[in-house]
């Protein structure tokens, strides 16, 4: 089973090496401890943001396929949380790395970047 199953549609050309899967808050600016009593005052206004953070090692044409599938500013990604299919409209982070591993007769990458929810 792979654990992203597409990006706007499209089959990744690779299984992560690894990926980490994140969930944020994102409070109000009004949240923070009362001055009078020290109790913490949260006020939510959206839980449960996903943040997948992923590595992959790839080869020369699988690493120009994943870097065309990750551009662009609104990215449809079908992943799995657990068992459970999700999807999610998301951006690529604006940090990526991409390191080569071996040598110029034995080339391979490894892309790292995150995948974070609109």
Do not use: W
């Not at 969930?23 to 923070?32: F, L």
């Not at 020290?38 to 959206?46: A, D, K, Q, V």
Request: aromatic share 10%.
């Amino acid at each position: 089973m792979q654990v992203i199953v597409s990006i706007n549609g499209a089959a990744p050309p690779a299984e992560p090496m690894s990926m980490t899967i994140g969930k944020n808050d994102v409070y109000s600016d009004s949240s923070g401890r009362s001055t009078e009593t020290g109790t913490m005052l949260l006020y939510p206004i959206r839980t449960g943001i996903y943040t997948l953070e992923l590595e992959y090692i790839l080869d020369t044409e699988q690493c120009r396929i994943f870097e065309q599938l990750i551009h662009g500013t609104e990215l449809t990604v079908k992943f799995y949380d657990g068992d459970d299919l999700k999807t999610a409209k998301m951006y690529a982070s604006a940090s990526r790395t991409k390191e080569l591993l071996g040598t110029a007769d034995y080339r391979k990458y490894r892309l790292s970047f995150s995948l974070i929810e609109l």
